[in-house]
């Protein structure tokens, strides 16, 4: 399974470039300047916790897949799909009640990180 996480993470990686790349010059001038910066957020906050995931994945790996590790890459890769995802349909569409899913994606997020920082207190 942390191999999984790995890769889920790389994937997602990729993604994060690909997707900031075509915000940058795709969507640049068919959305205004503030759906682009809410563009950009999702990027940011994509490509950190994909990073985030294949850290995860490794200290997984060294933690003999600690569940409470599995756990938190699970809720990471929930938020980047709800957070991330929820803001890119916001800023491409313009429906802003996309908006209020994004805090759902956050709070996975918070999860996520502080799950990790209990299997750390926990396991290591």
Known sequence: MAKCIIFLGSINAFFAVGLGAFGAHAL?????SEMLDVYQTGVHYH???????????????????SNLVLWSGGLILAGI????????ILSISGIRAFG???PIGGV???AGWILLAYAALKDF
């Open 100 to 102: 209020a899913v994004t």
């Open 28 to 32: 640049k001038s068919r959305i205004s």
């Open 47 to 65: 490509i950190f916790h994909a990073l985030g995931l294949i850290l995860i994945g490794i200290i997984a790996y060294w933690l003999s897949e």
């Open 108 to 110: 996975a997020f918070l």
């Open 81 to 88: 799909i709800v957070f991330s995802g929820s803001l890119y």
